[in-house]
């Protein structure tokens, strides 16, 4: 089994991915919202985690989202951490033979300074790297009062000081069409946050899966059904999406897995046996995720790296390490750096 024409995956790793597969599709049958996942110090508690995995994994298919025309380059989001201000994604971006910065924030809530806060990042971004830098704000959900650009400050007396454009992008306004165009694949986990989502589950729910599964992004299907779960909440939406699910994956009730997580509750006579054994699952959905990251990226940058990224990745067992390298590799420009990235504890 290979993605997109890649190399073929080991069969511990398919073991990881059916696992994760698994327990991301359970995932939305026992939480009906995000709930925060604490292992060593990482936490999954909130969308920005979502994003964040997403742009970590495809971050051209994100700068295709806001300018069609535009190449990414390089993730700098890492290196911008000015006293406590820290963007969502920064990257160098080409566009018409300019080369400038693309700055996204993702909002779940609505924030009234946010305008403030996009200005913040911006100027700062702008003084320290000294190239252009543009900035969107994306919406996810829909909540309370949206803080609309340009952003201004002046004195009482109405005197100007500064004027900040910036754009939003209010997903629940977006059409789903725009995220099945060719080229944005990897933002399909988004899609039940679009217009006229909620009204159109079982169709958004196949065209997600279906979608991701055809652009070979099977790597975010985790993300996806949580998505799902996230958005549908109802004992019949719970029922709906997991025929959905099953349709395209098998039963879920008939996997190994499901039957070794019910053994493992009997045995060890805990009561909530089945909630602690997807509780370890989501934990390896992460962990999976995470790897398919790394491995995306050395094979795409630093090809020759691949024997020694999955050596590296077999070691790292927790998702706080994994994170730790996907971030250092991320600012590697050299094979030499990539290699430092991936051998460092």
Known sequence: MGRGGGTPIESEELKRELESHFVAGQFFLVASGLTTLTKGNYQLGDWDDLTKVLIRAYPQDLVSLVFQDARYLTTITNEMKVRSIEADFMCKVERNGETFILHIEFQKNSDTHMGERTWQYNSA????????????????????TIDEPPYRTALEGGESIHTF??????????????????GLGALLPLLPLTKGAKSARDTVARDMIQGLREAGKDDLLPLGYTVLGLVYKTEDDKQAIRRIIAMFA???????????????????????????????????GIEQTLRSMLFRFIETRFP?????????????????????????LLTAKTSEEARQALQES
Do not use: C, H
Request: aromatic share 8%; proline share 3%; net charge negative.
């Open 125 to 144: 971004t702008t003084i320290v790297e000294k190239m252009k830098v543009y900035s969107f704000v994306i919406y996810l959900t829909e909540s309370g």
């Open 250 to 284: 098998g039963k879920l009730e008939d996997s190994w897995y499901y039957q070794e997580v019910i053994e493992q509750g009997r045995q060890q006579g805990i009561e909530q046996g089945i909630e602690q054994g997807i509780e370890q699952g989501r934990q390896q």
């Open 304 to 328: 020759d790296l691949l024997p020694l990224a999955r050596q590296e990745a077999e070691r790292s067992t927790t998702p706080v390490a994994l994170t730790a390298k996907v971030d250092k």
């Open 165 to 182: 454009d910036y754009q939003n992008i209010l997903l629940w306004e977006m059409s789903p069409e725009i995220l099945k165009q060719k």
